[in-house]
T-cell receptor, first 115, second 115 residues
């Protein structure tokens, strides 16, 4: 297992289009998180899954955003009707057990540019 | 509101000397504090953490100090090496449902180690 994988690495889309990103966590990790990082800022929490259940969503996650984790394995994050303000790095992370001590394992992210 | 702040966007240090990165927080309910390191085109990588009940944690060249009364933490890197050049994020941990942790990140400090 080589860590958390995210696909695609880069995505350029026109405003108004829908986009979907995929995250494959470390296989034994039951917890999966999505974060968003804009230029000059640290990552901001979007949502959290434990196995297939989405247990927490940030108010940053507007109704144009939806995330799923079918069967508790990979996860997808979809943005509908993209806006220029959605341009950011979308980071996925996974953890198992006491993540507060060891932190999460982050993927390399998907960089979204909305033109 | 910015609950975790890193007030220095950049820091330049001579190789072999000590690097000190600072972080301030506002919420006394955070239970863990973590430092992440980020290289370009990669996701953040966990470096070191400290429980809110401790005041120091050391791991090799890296030491984190926590001053709860001042709501301040710092990361010391001794001696600094060229490979330490990266963006460093301070993060604070708060609990989510079922024991997971949500991380609140600072804006990051870009550390440059000069030969």
């Amino acid at each position: 297992d080589t860590g958390v994988s995210q696909d695609p690495r880069h995505k350029i889309t026109k405003r108004g289009q829908n986009v979907t990103f995929r995250c494959d966590p470390i296989s034994e990790h039951n917890r999966l998180y999505w974060y968003r990082q804009t230029l000059g800022q640290g990552p901001e929490f979007l949502t959290y899954f434990q196995n297939e259940a989405q247990l927490e969503k940030s108010r940053l996650l507007s109704d144009r955003f939806s995330a799923e984790r079918p069967k508790g394995s990979f996860s997808t994050l979809e943005i509908q009707r993209t806006e220029q303000g959605d341009s950011a790095m979308y980071l996925c992370a996974s953890s198992f057990g006491a993540s507060n001590i060891y932190g999460y394992t982050f993927g390399s992210g998907t960089r979204l540019t909305v033109v | 509101d910015q609950q975790v702040k890193q007030n220095s966007p950049s820091l330049s240090v001579q190789e072999g000397r000590i690097s000190i990165l600072n972080c301030d927080y506002t919420n006394s309910m955070f239970d863990y504090f973590l430092w992440y390191k980020k290289y370009p085109a990669e996701g953040p990588t966990f470096l070191i953490s400290i429980s809110s009940i401790k005041d120091k944690n050391e791991d090799g060249r890296f030491t984190v100090f926590l001053n709860k009364s001042a709501k301040h933490l710092s990361l010391h890197i001794v001696p600094s090496q060229p490979g330490d050049s990266a963006v460093y994020f301070c993060a604070a941990s708060s609990r989510l449902i079922q024991g997971a942790q949500k991380l609140v990140f600072g804006q990051g400090t870009r550390l440059t180690i000069n030969p």
